[in-house]
């Protein structure tokens, strides 16, 4: 071992791909699937930009294969996909049957991740909600149900895949799930009191309720998983939050104090309680008795309930006191700052703009506030009418390689000099996929998915994020100047287009 002060992310750094059931599976009625939430929903005229829903999407219930072999070329540590509720259990409840085919299908694409040398890191609710729970009983409107039933479709997924699964996330963004499923209504069940949007709902009341619902399935669920399954499974598990960096607009005191009621609003909402035990003091105030609260024996379960901090991020906000959002405490946001400028380069999402220094600060302000081990679950970037553009122009994705230059280098950043605690690292996604409310107008993949052919091309931003992971983790293997490749070992080397621009390192000496 060398003195040198480390200038490398440690060699069990976690990184790989990610991606989410009713994104990517398509096959919605086969194998015994039961409907989510998302299923009738995206076919309602008007609930996606395209009118397109997710029946086909990357079709990746079947070609699961081609996707794994993708990943392996890639070279990833590992992939983080999430289960449809719907295939294991199809009506969902906890008295409701177990579809076996729902259990193969998962469990053969863990045992061929693994067999690749390929961790899977296995989110069990990204929004597909099985649609008979949503007309049973509201959903995540019902806490004492869904409660139970969450737990017990987590148990059914522990006892399945828990032998080989070693890292879970239960769920996906419970800001987005609360806010735009019963606040906004953009997202499915699409309940909101804005009568143009939905015949039902009160975005006063039930986003809190939906979210109170959420903390504690995910609390008991890894209550179970702590005292049934960790000590024979040996497993994490953990909660991933949606929240992007809150910047002050200016050095107003107002301004300053805004940017920490939209952080308030949009992660110590779930972070706090989980974490530190409490709903963010604001919270509180704002919203008085619509927001639910804990029982002393519920905040037992609720708090320490993560292992990890599961962050999602993707931008910066410009934050002013004001406004009339409550989703957003009170603040408003802005990507131009008070000279006329704009933050960073604008993508095809009107919420979204590349700043990485945002999300350096970010890891710094949730390891102090929150001193947990950060995995970031995603992170990424849409590039401006992408799916506007030929394919070979699109492969071409310069503003989104841009953006994963920024991150990667905030990470490194973080990790080196600021001693954030930073463990794992997902792009977001694997593949271009459905995009929620978009359709599949927006890309969001680092492989370019051509809808009409199902045929995937690694974009630009991919090469670059193989690159660099491959560049700047550090390797039990000896740097290749000590060890020259053999000649067989050469001749042996089956490339691949990728490996060629990624240079692999006996390559790399050959060179040197
Ligand atoms: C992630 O959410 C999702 O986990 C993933 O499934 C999705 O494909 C990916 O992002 C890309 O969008 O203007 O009020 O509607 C990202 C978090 C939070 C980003 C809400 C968009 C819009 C807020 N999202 N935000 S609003």
Known sequence: M???????????????FATASFQIEGSTNVDGRG?????????????????????????????????????????VKSYRFSIAWSRVIPLGGRNDPVNPKGIEFYSKLIDALIENGITPFVTLYHWDLPQALHERYGGWLNKDEIVQDYVRYSRVCFEAFGDRVKHWLTMNEPWCISILGYGRGVFAPGRSSDRDRSPEGDSSTEPWIAGHSVILSHAYAVKLYREEFKSAQGGQIGITLNGDWAMPYDDNPQNVEAAQHALDFAIGWFADPIYLGHYPEYMKQTLRDRLPEFTQEELIVVKGSSDFYGMNTYTTNLCRAGGDDEFQGFTEYTFIRPDGTQLGTQAHCAWLQDYPQGFRDLLSYLWKRYRMPIYVTENGFAVKDENSKPIEQALLDHDRVQYFKGTTSALIGAVLEDGVDIRAYFPWSFLDNFEWADGYTTRFGVTYVDYETQKRYPKESAKFLVKWFKDNIESDEQPYYQQPPTVSQINNFSGSPLDNLSGPAMIQGLKA
């Open 2 to 16: 060398s003195n040198e002060v480390a200038s490398k992310l440690p060699k069990d750094f976690i990184w790989g």
């Open 35 to 75: 409907k989510s939430i998302w299923d009738d929903f995206s076919k309602q005229p008007g609930k996606t930009l395209d009118g397109r829903d997710g029946d086909i999407a990357t079709d990746s219930y079947r070609l699961w294969k081609e996707d794994l072999a993708l990943l392996v070329q890639y070279g």
